[in-house]
């Protein structure tokens, strides 16, 4: 994975992060341990997108990265609701942009693009009730401005009217994979790191996040601290497709840093069971080999060249294509023959991957319990 556009040069650092003074829906963390995370691949009640790239993190890029934003929300929108956060000076640009077939709005400061960190993880229990948990979002460790965007779990909760729970951890939701069934994939370079989580173990985060998420078992990987932004998130890495499924990232760039680290992965992955004891099926999605020559990959060590940041979503995957026949090529062949009957939508996101990002990372799924 490479870095987001977040130059510090930039950016002011935020210090901490502001009360939410939420209502009564604001609830402790849950003791009775009800609530777990499902599985992306269930059925979705909505996706939600922000059109918030901003010229003082995106600089001449920002209308491009909005551009795309709403070309995804348009393309999501064809299958499923989508609600696109927008600070509220940008929303008549976004209504334009965007559309409003099967699209809602929602007004609300923010930072950045990247709700997928910042915006909670949805947890569900078994009487079909949702609520959100708010993984105390501090900037990939203080490392961007994040005021706005550490607000938007709990303004979230609130506008859905869910209860809103909080964990003791910092960390964000694309650091997290998880099976639906009890398991969970991370890395021990974001999680188990001081710029998050000064003074704890292995041990305690992991004891944390069992019971944040219904947990029962944890597989870590390395991972690999500060070569990008995010100390190396899970969804560059490896997905789960369904309980014991695993789409792992295989980088064959012998100059990449993922070089060594990809293949340190493969290793963990293939000698790994999950929490039912029944081994991983590993199947492998390189990056491309080549990209398309323009402003955004040309001399961009930060450009994220990843297929693996893919989003499902009902009826559809929705998935970046580079440029590379061959490698997009078998990006499609691979979610299609493990996501059957669902159609693969290949989408150019090299504004959004110039920023060191992808889809699933601009995105944030709600599960739908009504079923």
Known sequence: MTPRRTFLKHLSV???????????????????????????????????????????????QADAVNSCIAQLARTIARYQPVTVLCRPEDLAEARQQCGTDNIEFLPVALD?????????????????????????????????????????????????????????????????????????????????????NPD???????????ANLGLRKIIWLPGIKGQDITDAHVDFYARFVKPGVVIANLDNDP???????????????KQATDADGRPLTVHLLPPPSKLRSNRF?????????????????????IAP??????ADQHCKQL????????????????PIAAGGGGIHCISKNMPDTRQ
């Open 14 to 60: 935020a210090a901490g992060i502001a009360g939410l003074g939420l209502g009564p829906l604001r609830l402790a963390m849950a003791a009775d341990e009800r609530w777990f995370m499902p599985e992306e691949d269930q059925a979705q009640r909505r996706i939600f997108l922000a059109f918030a790239a901003a010229e003082n993190v995106w600089e001449d």
């Open 112 to 196: 950045d693009i990247w709700i997928r960190d910042y915006g909670g993880c949805f947890v569900i229990d078994d009487d079909g009730n949702s609520a959100l948990m708010d993984f105390n979002f501090n900037g990939w460790g203080n490392k961007q401005r994040h005021r706005n965007d550490s607000r938007v779990a709990a303004t979230l909760s609130e506008t859905l009217g869910v209860p809103y729970l909080q964990s003791e951890l910092t960390g964000e939701g694309g650091g997290i994979e998880v099976d639906g069934h009890g398991t969970a994939i991370i890395t021990e370079s974001c999680w188990v790191n001081a710029n998050r």
């Open 200 to 210: 704890w173990s292995r041990r305690d985060v992991e004891a944390e996040l069992k």
């Open 255 to 269: 100059d990449s840093y993922d070089y060594r680290v990809t293949r340190k992965h493969l290793e963990i992955l």
């Open 297 to 317: 990959t040309r001399d961009n060590p930060e450009f994220a060249a990843g297929y693996i940041n893919y989003l499902p979503i009902n009826g559809a995957v």
């Open 321 to 326: 294509q580079f440029g590379d026949p061959q």
């Open 335 to 350: 979610l299609s023959k493990l996501y059957p009957g669902r159609i693969i939508e290949q989408v150019n996101i090299d």
